[in-house]
């Protein structure tokens, strides 16, 4: 029940109305049994921080970051936590009696995955289909957990050099055109295969990446960050060809886990806020 006493959490996005984070974060919060409530912020660009101020004076506990707000927000902010900082976008603000400071929990939402299913990636070489902006999330966990290399399989090289560049600091970071013979050598050592890339994802589903199941290492885990459909044609492909895989439902829940716990410090249950995704997704 909402009292006066109930603290408030939201999502910032624009558009906002699509946004599965409201689903997921308040079954959790029911299901924790905890005094929040969380709802779908609707911030146009030219509102962004008018919005931070409204928000912060509404002594609002924290908020979700979304599209196209998750860079745009970072200068607003008192302080931003290094990951935040290197992936270059905040998708969690926490608001302590007026000062904010912005996290990154897409890259733990990311990583929860492969450890809850004991993937161990140190000294590994795992291959990244596409390198927009969830791969940056995606590259900086991979790096955090001693991935040996991390290789950026793409469609237009020169335009991924740069990222491979900027993250080059915190680990081996190469980038090879996703047909040519070079990423056909590093897909058959490689301990995991991600697609990033928005192919596969409804409405355009028969859409998939070039990747040759035959040059694949068979023991390769196939993760695709997508959640609609459950399975894409990428995912599928890969199970049919032996592959353990895994779609983008719980890096979805994971990250709002995640920011549930810097909001409130409870150990939110992540089953619930799976089933309560794949609910509305359904
Ligand atoms: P993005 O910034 O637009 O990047 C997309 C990447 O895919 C770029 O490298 C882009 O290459 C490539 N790409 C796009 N269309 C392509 C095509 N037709 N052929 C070949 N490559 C193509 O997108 P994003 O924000 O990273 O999101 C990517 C996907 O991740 C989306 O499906 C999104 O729903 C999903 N996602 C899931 C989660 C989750 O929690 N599960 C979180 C974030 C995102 P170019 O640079 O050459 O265009």
Same mark, same amino acid.
């Given at each position: 029940m909402i009292t006066g006493r109930t603290q408030n959490l939201g999502v910032i996005g624009w &558009? !906002?109305?699509? #946004?599965l984070s409201p689903v997921i974060q308040n079954a959790a919060i029911e299901a924790a049994g905890v005094d929040y409530n969380y709802t779908a912020l609707p911030v146009a660009p030219e509102n962004l921080a008018a919005a931070v101020a409204g928000l912060k004076a509404l002594n609002y506990r924290g908020w979700n970051v979304t599209i196209p707000h998750k860079a745009a927000i970072m200068p607003l902010l008192d302080e931003v936590d290094k990951a935040a900082e290197i992936i270059g976008a905040v998708n969690t603000v926490i608001n302590d009696n007026g000062r904010l400071t912005g996290y990154n929990t897409d890259y733990l939402g990311f990583m929860g995955a492969l450890n809850s299913r004991k993937i161990d990636l140190a000294g590994k070489t795992a291959v990244l289909l596409g390198a927009g902006g969830a791969a940056r999330a995606v590259i900086w966990g991979l790096l955090q957990a001693g991935t040996a290399e991390v290789v950026l399989?793409?469609?237009n090289p020169a335009k991924a050099q740069p990222l491979a560049e900027e993250f080059s600091p915190y680990g081996k970071v190469t980038v090879c055109h996703w047909t040519e013979d070079l990423c056909a050598e590093q897909l058959k050592k490689c301990s995991l295969l991600v697609n /990033? /890339?928005?192919?596969?994802m409804t409405p355009k589903v028969e859409a998939c990446p &070039? *990747? =040759?199941? #035959? %040059? *694949?290492? &068979? =023991?390769a885990f196939v993760y695709d960050i !997508?959640? %609609?459909?459950?399975? %894409?044609r990428f995912l599928r492909e890969a199970r049919e060809h032996g592959h353990a895989v895994v779609n983008g439902e719980e890096m979805l829940a994971g990250q709002g886990a995640e920011a549930l716990k810097l909001w409130t410090g409870i150990q939110p249950d992540l089953g619930c806020m799976q089933k309560a995704l794949r609910k509305a997704l359904s």
């Open positions: &558009p !906002i109305a699509h #946004s399989a793409v469609r /990033t /890339t928005p192919l596969g &070039p *990747v =040759d199941w #035959s %040059t *694949v290492n &068979p =023991d !997508i959640y %609609t459909p459950a399975e %894409t």
